[in-house]
């Protein structure tokens, strides 16, 4: 069981910072009475464009793989993911909300086993975070729409960035580009 602290008062209700995303809304929602509605019953996107939806509505949408990988920020193995040596021309999109995020132009073969980008489609359709796990310190890639958990970039890419955005396939879809 988690133990949330109250951190800070806003008028008429706290804020808790260390809860959960889904724990916070519950309480909110306690705090304030039902009849507020939340982003997810304004059709899943807040006043910002984020969209925000429960577990449940993610699991109803996701792979059980998909939703392992996104939601609870787990990863493929090396040299198994649809994406890692495909060749396509086009967009890859987050696979929960399809924000653009990387372009094949942006594509390289790293070894890895892990589709690698040099860097994304907008510095505003993904953000970052420090990870600890593993007992080292990376640089966790989400996507800024949705929040979903892509992967990680690292500092031993490619010029002109050289960056290596390590994104896992199941994070992604494809979208094949047009002959326009």
Known sequence: MRICIPIVLVFPFVIRLDCGKEQMVRELREAVGKEVSGPAERGGQDMSGRVIKSDEEWREILTE???????????????TGK???????GRYRCVCCGNDLFSSEAKFES???WASFCAPVSEENISTATDKSLGRTRTEVLCSRCGAHLGHVFEDGPEPTGLRYCINSAAMEFEEKSEE
């Open 65 to 79: 793989e998909q939703y392992r990988i996104t939601r609870e920020k787990g990863t493929e193995r090396a040299f």
């Open 83 to 89: 994406y890692h040596d495909f060749k396509g021309e």
């Open 111 to 113: 070894g890895t086993g």
